[in-house]
């Protein structure tokens, strides 16, 4: 079964780093716009960083990731990254992975193809 799994979730405290994957299996991802969600305690569910397919080659990140995350793709290991530091405890959520075909969207993504069951993140000291 197709599918896109995300791992690297955990708890960590104010100003450290961490390193989320998001894995697909029965695909390529290579193709696919890769967007990561977050969806925090009663808050709406944010896109906070997106890459678009090989072809395209870029990077998106919504104002509070901005600086401090970094989505990064290994074709090689048909997975792609999101590396946050100087986290925050209003970082806490579950993060999601969605992957899409489609041009010309990234962050707006209206919809996905493939769409993870999540990692938690919690930060807290």
């Known amino acids: 079964q197709s599918q896109v799994v995300e791992s690297g979730g955990g708890l960590v405290q104010p100003g450290e780093s961490l390193k989320v994957s998001c894995t697909a299996n029965g695909f390529n991802l290579d193709s696919y716009v890769i967007v990561w969600y977050r969806e925090g305690p009663g808050k709406v569910r944010e896109a906070v960083a997106c890459i678009g397919s090989v072809l395209e080659n870029t990077t998106y990140y919504s104002d509070s990731a901005w600086g401090r995350f970094t989505i990064s793709r290994d074709s090689a290991k048909n997975t792609v990254y999101l590396q946050m530091s100087s986290l925050k405890p209003e970082d806490t959520g579950t993060y999601h992975c969605?992957?899409?075909?489609?041009?010309?969207?990234?962050?707006?993504?209206?919809?996905?193809?493939?769409w993870g069951q999540g990692t938690q993140v919690t930060v807290s000291s």
């Open positions: 969605g992957a899409v075909i489609l041009a010309g969207y990234c962050l707006t993504a209206p919809y996905f193809d493939y």
